[in-house]
């Protein structure tokens, strides 16, 4: 990530002062930097990183170019997109990265409720709801149930994880429309 700031504040100041087709020797290029701070770039990262084109793309999977990447840690994840989510995840390919989501549950939609709900043994989950923490006194619970509202409290201080208020069918109604058993009829 370094790396990839101290190019474009290099381009920068390009653009500032007129273009530089060459950096002075003394200047490290962001292959040189990546070397030094312990990184292999592959072949084709260091002719990247070695580049200095007038206008330039990469089109690489996200395991290829950003493979330095070790964790990820997303809070408040129940707002994170699916997008963003399906977009951080492949980062941590090539290190087999850890994925922390810090979050309380916003529905029963998304990438969180359904990592949590129903993400098998990939996820270890913590569930610590303000019950059961001894640092909130009932006095405040109480109070903060009346200020919000049953649905949000049960949520951001129960870790619940709820339909949506202004849904037409309940998740347990939807979940019975695809039930495989069917029932007779004794007619």
């Not at 084109?53 to 129940?78: F, I, V, W």
């Not at 909130?136 to 919000?148: D, G, P, Q, Y």
Request: aromatic share 10%.
């Amino acid at each position: 990530m370094n790396i990839a700031m101290l190019e474009r504040r290099l381009l920068q100041a390009e653009q500032a002062i007129g273009r530089i087709d060459r950096p002075p020797p003394a200047w490290p290029t962001p292959g040189d930097l990546a070397v030094a701070a312990g990184l292999d770039p592959d072949a084709w990262q260091r002719d990247f990183l070695t580049a200095r084109p007038h206008r330039g793309l990469l089109n690489c999977s996200r395991q290829s170019g950003k493979s330095t990447t070790s964790a990820a840690l997303a809070d408040e994840a129940a707002r994170i997109s699916n997008d963003l989510f399906t977009s951080v995840l492949p980062m941590l390919a090539v290190s087999d990265g850890d994925f922390i989501g810090l979050s309380t549950p916003f529905g029963r939609r998304g990438w969180w409720a359904d990592a949590y709900l129903s993400g098998g043994d990939t996820w270890q989950r913590w569930e610590i709801p303000a019950t059961a923490c001894p640092r909130i006194s009932a006095a405040f619970l109480t109070e903060a149930e009346r200020t919000v509202g049953s649905w949000w409290f049960q949520q951001e201080f129960l870790c619940q994880f709820l339909d949506s208020q202004t849904q037409v069918f309940t998740g347990t109604e939807i979940d019975m429309m695809f039930a495989e058993e069917v029932s007779t009829w004794n007619l």
